[in-house]
């Protein structure tokens, strides 16, 4: 499989050869460790189904049955809120939250809790019994006025979502199913044996969030992270062994901000199919 094109990667490692360092043959190798890539971001294969049709309509009929105070999707919850000034702005969220254990999607992003010690809703560095995974209904309002809402679902963003201006007018309509954009390509392999080639999520009709790649025995081959549209940060690529482990072949570093003027990408750091370290780009 053509992971890049083959001038892309001979223009990067030709542009950043004289910058970077190749390991001698004989110098101690160097075995693949975790501490370049977020383990997060890692899942081993491809997710077997991500839009589960028959869970939705599963989900209507829920909707349909009397349900418990403060329980979502079978879930009791309890409320919480946040509130701050700024600028002359009220700001205030009205949300739901449980501690019930929840095994995270490996392929997402962003994950929704609330801090309790700064009583703040965060996205990023969620550790079980020290935070709370947002869990149904959700609101955002400024000066009193609904400017967000919609519903989560262990900490994921689920169902519709809407946004409104200062004047309560509709803005913007958002489909999710457990954090995915409804919007989001995925291309497979086989169409009849529905294994996955490339998953990209899309956002207001723009890449966002966490892209991967796989072999079409289903190992992960490529992770990377788009926003607005644009890769960022480090990208990598993984050997093929049949998934009996996990080794990084090469990394490649891209803007840490999209849109950033005047910067090539370039590789990194490469790896053989032993998990032994050959280049690696001088700091």
Do not use: C
Request: hydrophobic letters at 30%.
């Amino acid at each position: 499989m053509k992971l890049l094109p083959l001038f892309l990667l001979f223009f990067l490692a030709g542009s950043n050869f004289l910058q970077g360092q190749t390991v001698p043959k004989d110098q101690k190798a160097t075995e693949d460790s975790t501490d370049l890539v977020s383990s997060f971001l890692l899942p081993t294969v491809a997710p077997l189904l991500l839009f589960d049709e028959e869970k939705v309509k599963e989900e209507k009929k829920e909707k349909k049955k009397k349900t418990r105070k403060n329980t979502f999707f079978g879930i009791k919850t309890q409320k919480g809120s946040t509130r701050r000034s700024l600028r002359g702005q009220e700001y205030l969220e009205l949300f739901y939250y449980t501690g019930a254990s929840w095994k995270s999607n490996p392929y997402l992003r962003d994950r929704y809790w609330y801090d309790p010690k700064e009583r703040t809703i965060r996205t990023q560095g969620f550790v079980e019994g020290q935070g709370y995974l947002l869990h149904g209904p959700y609101q955002r309002l400024v000066n009193q006025v609904v400017v967000e809402r919609g519903m989560f679902y262990y900490g994921s963003k689920h169902q519709t979502w809407l946004t409104f201006d200062g004047e309560n007018v509709l803005q913007d309509k958002a489909h999710f199913d457990e954090g995915w954009a409804r919007e989001s390509r995925i291309t497979y392999f086989n169409s009849a044996s529905r294994a996955i080639e490339k998953l990209t999520p899309i956002q207001y009709g723009l890449a966002e969030g966490n892209f991967y790649h796989f072999y079409e025995n289903q190992q992960v081959a490529v992770t990377g992270e788009y926003r607005f549209g644009e890769k960022v940060g480090l990208w990598t690529e993984y050997w093929n062994t049949d998934n009996t482990k996990t080794i990084r072949k090469r990394e490649i570093q891209y803007q840490e901000k999209p849109y950033t003027k005047n910067f090539r990408p370039y590789i990194r750091a490469e790896w053989d199919k032993e998990g032994k370290l050959i280049y690696r780009k001088n700091p």
